[in-house]
């Protein structure tokens, strides 16, 4: 009896060990970051965010949403190397944003609680390399968003922070989406 205990324990003991050999080694180190799905984009690690708005009238603080795009960037592709920041040295990429028209309208008045408003905003975006070659460019895009506004606002309504917040956010979303994931 104790023949055949020792005997199963040495067998179970070799399985474990023949087992053991065989897996692959245990990774220790951070995450390999996903691969980007663009591989015109495969040497690019820092991206310099430019917005201009040539819509006329011109409601849209550039710099703010530039600063918006450049943070979502690094939040949607920090983990695939990708840093984005706005103005400053020169990148391995620069990322334009041209808006070509802008319209709010508002949608509804709920008097005491406030308005709603939609905001259309048309844009176009490309990235060009440090030698200035085109790597990818989207035109034609759009974003539509609402936001409800208090009673009393300014009459620019594109100025209002919650306006600013909805818009902003969209924008950052959209105008990364396609050009990075």
Request: contains cysteine.
């Amino acid at each position: 009896m104790l023949k055949k205990k020792l005997l199963t324990i040495a067998g179970v003991l070799g399985i474990l060990a023949c087992g053991a050999c065989f897996l692959p080694p245990i990774h220790t180190g951070p995450p390999a970051p996903p691969p980007l799905p663009f591989p015109e984009l495969k040497d690019i690690h820092t991206v310099r965010v430019f917005v201009t708005d040539n819509s006329v009238p011109a409601h849209i603080d550039t710099a703010a949403i530039a600063t918006v795009v450049a943070n979502s960037v690094n939040f949607f592709r920090g983990g695939a190397g990708i840093t984005a920041y706005v103005g400053g040295d020169p990148a391995d990429a620069d990322l334009t944003v041209v808006i070509s028209n802008e319209k709010a309208t508002l949608k509804r008045v709920e008097p005491p609680e406030g308005e709603t408003w939609f905001f259309d905003i048309g844009f176009s975006e490309s990235i060009k390399n440090a030698s200035g070659e085109i790597l990818k460019q989207r035109s034609n895009l759009h974003v539509r968003c609402f936001s409800r506004l208090p009673a009393k606002h300014p009459d620019d309504v594109w100025s209002v922070p919650e306006a600013k917040r909805a818009y902003g956010a969209a924008w950052g979303y959209v105008a990364t989406h396609g050009m990075f994931f």
